[in-house]
C-alpha cells in the first residue's frame, strides 16, 4: 500500500478533525507513530502497518467505512438534499467521512437497514443484477395476503404490463393458525426495481402500509439500533453482505 502523510491520515481517520486540526494536534506533540512524537505534518507512514496515536488513543486505520443505518421514515437516501433530511445528516460527527454515500435506496416513507460506505466497488458488487443479493423486508399491508400471492411472487411475476420481476421469497406470519386475515409477512428480494415491492402487492390487488428492511445479503439489522441509530460493521459482517 503507498505512503501516506501524517495529517491525511488523522483527519481521514478522525471524521471530526480537519486537516488543519490535525497539523495543530501534531504541533502540540500529541501524536505518536510507533511510539515515538511525531510533529511534521508531512511524515509519511504506512497505514496498514503503523500504530499512530492521537493523546494516547490508538487510531484503527480503516480504507473504507461500512456503516449500518437504522433509516426512520421522513428522511431520504441521498448525500445532500435541499428540501428534506438526509439518512447522512443522521450521522454522528465520529462516523462521517468525505466519500460516504447511501449504498441502494428506501423510499421515504420506509425505514429499516441502510448501508452507508465509500467503498464504490463493494456497492456496484452488492447492486449489481447479475449478484442477486437478497434483501429482506418485513411489510404490512392493507389486506389479508394469502399462499396464492405467495405462489405467484415465488413464480416471477409480471408488473405494470410488461416488466417481469425475478422470483421473490414471501413469508407470510401466521400469528393465529385459525386468523384467516395475516396482513403481516416477509419478503425477499434477489434485485431492486424502484418501487419493486409497493408495486408487485399492488398488482396482486393488495397495498403496502408498511414497509421495513431487515435484511441485507447475509446481515440482520437486528433490534439493539434504534431507528435514526448507525454503527460500523464488523470485518465478518461487511464480507457477508456479498457472500452468503
Known sequence: ????????FISGQMPEVSRND???LLKKGLVTVDGETVKRYDHKLDPEKSVVAVSG???????????????????????RDRITPTVM????????????????RLDKDNVG???????????????SPVSHVPK?????LEKSVTDDVRELFESGMTIDGDEKCLPAELEICNYDSNCEHNIEC????????FPQ????????????????????????????????????????????????
Not at 437497514?113 to 447492486?127: S, W
Not at 416477509?186 to 426495481?193: A, D
Open 22 to 24: 490535525a497539523k495543530e
Open 136 to 140: 429482506r423486508y418485513f411489510v404490512r
Open 113 to 127: 437497514f441502510v448501508l452507508l460506505t465509500d467503498d464504490g466497488e463493494l456497492a456496484h458488487k452488492m447492486l
Open 89 to 104: 445528516e443522521l450521522l454522528p460527527p465520529e462516523l462521517r467521512r468525505p466519500g460516504l454515500f447511501p449504498a441502494g
Open 186 to 193: 416477509f419478503v425477499t428480494l434477489h434485485e431492486g426495481k
Open 197 to 244: 415491492i409497493k408495486r408487485m402487492f399492488k398488482a396482486a390487488g393488495n397495498s403496502v402500509t408498511y414497509l421495513k428492511r431487515v435484511q441485507i445479503g447475509g446481515v440482520i439489522l437486528g433490534d439493539s439500533l434504534g431507528e435514526g441509530e448507525a454503527r460500523i460493521l464488523e470485518e465478518n459482517e461487511v464480507k457477508s453482505l456479498i457472500s452468503y
Open 1 to 8: 500500500m503507498p505512503l501516506m502523510r501524517l495529517d491525511k
Open 57 to 79: 488513543n490508538v487510531i484503527t486505520y480503516r480504507e473504507h467505512l461500512y456503516i449500518m443505518l437504522n433509516k426512520p421514515a421522513g428522511v431520504v437516501c441521498a448525500v
